[in-house]
């Protein structure tokens, strides 16, 4: 019995040592993990991968240290892989509590015969622990990284110590982690390792450099082998596997590290940096809304296109979904490593003039504002009496054109004249109150916005594209699911739809390939512009499915002559929405209407005498509002379009004033007074209003009035002037006006502040070139003379 109680007391005094001891080292271990807490930022200086809407690699940015490293879980690893590092590196992983004391202690009597460290019996957690915090190679340095694993495993689950060694284990060179790894090496995502691919890369961290497979293939190889053979042999894989592995030829390159959509990935990290204070393991992939395969497709069709064009060009284009605004395909520039191209500026966030892209919307809020509708006569003359005098792109005036004509052709004096009475000011402040910032020089809305006289994005020019294929409503750019959807609405749904229609006629000239000829319909509603000095070539295009834009030229302003919208960026545009061959088409919202008007009034043909209709036309509408022809400037003196005369019953002349002959009325349709030179002669006022009644006629003077005549100068008179300096006076005199009479000297309209009135004679005081002038008079009903005559100095 003593023995058996001495035995108990030993054995309780045993207990209770051994439990006070484990009490002291926890409490050890405990204020030593409070002191010297695990240092995890390792974890979270990664790198950055910009996605595509499928998961695809776009583009990847180094961490700081300028390693390639993916946050990776097991999650997203092939199981071939986690097998076959447990099983080679760490087989009882699971089981011990960081460290494994079997193998320490064969490790420690390998060290103690070799008199050296020659073994170190880690396991994957005390790898991790060394990876977080690199120690020396001693015993010292061995009980620190004993330590720092018995941390890991008293704060982190096993599953999350081998997500970090996952993301954190050496693959050689700046490669960091088993994603890393397998994209450099096998270009595939870890998930989808093979056996032989798997087997590799559990064995690499052993020695990264020395096992390398793209220097050392042979030694990679044997290495690799030593692992299938092992997970074999304790029946892991099975055995065929070693066979079949063993055929497979250790091929690696280095590295591939994707670049695809760069300049958008650059601008999607930027703004992620920006926004993040650390990078955690659910965001440091960032996921844009880029369909891969099609922004593989525009690439390489962009660069091909360019290719052709002249030295230092490029080109960039957004693809946008217009259901959802999200961008599909995303190219700022064509050749992002070019120098001479200036591959590195995005042109798709660069401050371009936008040409003439601007017109539709200037069209478009016209007809909500109620002053034109499709087929409103515009005037497209020059603007002798205006300041801004602009001219078309082909240097030609076309007279009378529909606002669809004029949007067609690009023509600049109609869209002037529109945006004129519909107001600059008016027209920016809806483009700003769109959450758009176009530059203007001088901060002051003027008619040069029409033309391009203004700064704005390309990124901002597409979103109010997207108005015409939405339905009116204007959204910035998503370029990832993430960001919110919020648009404002720039055109009514009426004006968007009715704008889509002129833009995608079928019967367009510029349209190649049009329905009328071919029989292939192409729904694409497209606009080109050109900026001043042929520096920006724009297309931007609109489907039921997709809204585009393109730009063409050079990045750093040099101007391309001969390349413009129609010829240059045009071509691609084609190219593109062939291939994406959507043939969809916006709906036709409610309250459009159609009917036929008549020109020059405007009104609808219904509601005028057949005789007053001197053009008709089939015009879309909103609300059934047909607003009639307005004046093609302020100063047009051009009220109506109808003017109503007294004509003597018997003669059908028309009477004065004071004249007392029996009478009808007669009322005559008449064109607004700038496009009387641009008209046929059988409409011009003097045909169309009947000539006074002789008999209302007091003398011959009055008679001879009626031949609307210049008197002086006379024709072929020379003036002749001492020196060229010297100013040339000569009176301006007319016999049979009717009305003002509007002076044009060499085709340029001479202003009141050039002439003089004496005792009611006009004069004027010019100073001439030598040789023929052209002086032309035209007055109020249209009556037009011109007189030919020269000048010519002494010296």
Known sequence: MSYLYRFILMTKKLIKISFISLLLLFIFFKVADWIWPLDTSKLHDVSVTVEAEDGTPLRVFANSKGLWQYKTTTREVSPLYLQALIQYEDRYFYYHPGFNPFSMARAALQNIKSG??????????????????????????????????????????????????????????????????????????????????????????????????DRFPQKARLARDKVIKRLVDNHIWPEDILQQAGLENVAASWPKIPLHAPLLSRKLYNTFISQQQNISKDNSRIRSSIDYSLQLSVEERVQQYVSSLPHGSSAALVIVDNQNWLVKAYVGTAFFADKSRHGYVDMIQALRSPGSTLKPFIYGEAMDNGLIHSRSLLSDVPRWKSQYQPGNFSGKFHGAVSVTEALQQSLNVPAVQVLEK??????????????????????????????????????????????????????????????????????????????YQMLSDQNRFDRPFSSSDTGFKNNVAFKTGTSYGFRDAWAFGVTGKYTLGIWVGRPDGTPSPGQYGAVTALPL??????????????????????????WPSGREYDEMEKDQCLIKQHALGIDGQFPATFAAT???????????????????????????????????????????????????????????????????????????????????????????????????????????????????????????????????HLQLISGQHELLAIDENGAMDRVIFSSTYWD
């Open 634 to 764: 302020a100063d047009d003196q051009w009220n109506s379009s109808q003017l109503t005369f007294k004509l003597a019953k018997d003669s059908k002349l028309r009477l004065s004033a004071n004249c007392t002959l029996p009478f009808i009325d007669k009322v005559v349709s008449v064109w607004p007074l700038s496009l009387e030179p641009w008209i046929a002669e059988s409409w011009r006022r003097k045909s169309v209003i009947p000539s006074i009644d002789p008999r209302c006629l007091q003398n011959k003077m009055a008679i001879n009035q009626q031949q609307f005549a210049i008197v002086s100068p006379e024709k072929g008179i020379v003036f002749r002037g001492i020196n060229k300096s010297q100013q040339i006076k000569f009176p301006l005199v007319t016999l049979g006006e009717r009305g003002k009479v509007s002076w044009y000297l060499d085709g340029k309209k001479i202003e009141k502040n050039q002439l003089t009135v004496n005792r009611d004679q006009q004069s004027i």
């Open 573 to 598: 545009l084609f190219q593109i929405t062939d291939w994406l061959d959507d043939t969809s088409s916006p709906q036709r919202p409610l309250n459009v209407t159609s009917t036929d008007i008549c």
């Open 116 to 213: 050296k460290i020659v073994s170190g019996a880690s396991t994957l957690t005390m790898q991790v622990s060394r990876l977080l915090k690199p120690h020396a190679r001693s015993y010292l340095g061995k009980a620190r990284q004993l330590f720092r694993a018995l941390q890991l495993e008293w704060h982190f689950s096993k599953n999350d110590i081998l997500n970090m060694y996952l993301t954190l284990a050496p693959f050689g060179g700046n490669l960091q982690g088993v994603e890393a790894a397998s994209r450099a090496y096998f270009d595939k995502q870890a998930i989808e390792l093979s056996y032989a691919e798997a087997a590799l890369l559990a064995v690499l961290p052993q020695s990264p450099s020395r096992f390398r497979p």
């Open 422 to 499: 519909l107001s600059p000011a008016v027209f920016i402040a809806s483009i700003r109150n769109m959450g758009l910032n176009p530059e203007i020089p001088g901060g002051h809305s003027n008619l040069a916005v029409a033309l391009g006289g203004l700064g704005i994005k390309m990124q901002e020019l597409v979103s109010l594209y997207g108005a015409i294929g939405r339905q009116g409503l204007v959204a910035k750019l998503r370029f990832s699911p993430d960001e919110k959807l919020s648009q404002r609405r720039l055109l009514s749904p009426q004006a968007a739809w009715i704008s």
